[in-house]
């Protein structure tokens, strides 16, 4: 049995460093009278490392949540987009005749908006 470098990542799953300490059967394996490699790990009591990261499959899950959460961003800037230009059709309003296809992108614009 080896002791190991303990990682602990923030989502609070650890994985393994270098090994800090072979065993015996370690030792036989690197001088080579021995075929097997050690596979027995242990954390070194003293020796875990606490990283500001999440592990590897923590971290592709974040990365899929950041993707989804771009795509509602994306959404609704299209929409702050669309409200700012309807505002602008209302100011021109004033100004000209009633603007029909600002009037109908409105109706739609209602229709699509979710409710608060
Ligand atoms: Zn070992
Ligand atoms: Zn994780």
């Known amino acids: 049995m080896c002791y190991h470098k303990r990682i602990v990542f ?3 799953h650890f994985g393994w460093a270098h090994e800090i300490r072979p ?21 070194h009591p003293l020796q875990s490392i606490r990283v500001q990261a999440n592990c590897k499959a923590c ?13 509602v961003k994306d959404r609704l800037r299209a929409l702050t987009e669309t409200v700012a230009r309807l505002q602008k059709a209302e100011e021109k309003e ?3 005749e ?3 296809d600002a009037e109908a992108e ?3 614009f209602l ?3 979710p409710p608060v």
Request: glycine share 2%; hydrophobic share 35%.
């Open 23 to 43: 065993c015996d059967t370690q030792k036989a394996f690197l001088d080579g009278s021995q075929s097997k490699e050690c596979e027995i790990m242990c954390a």
């Open 94 to 96: 004033a100004e000209e």
């Open 106 to 108: 409105a109706e739609a």
């Open 98 to 100: 009633l603007d029909l």
């Open 59 to 71: 971290a592709a899950k974040q990365m899929k949540t950041d993707t989804t959460m771009c795509t």
């Open 111 to 113: 229709r699509i908006a």
């Open 10 to 12: 923030l989502c609070s």
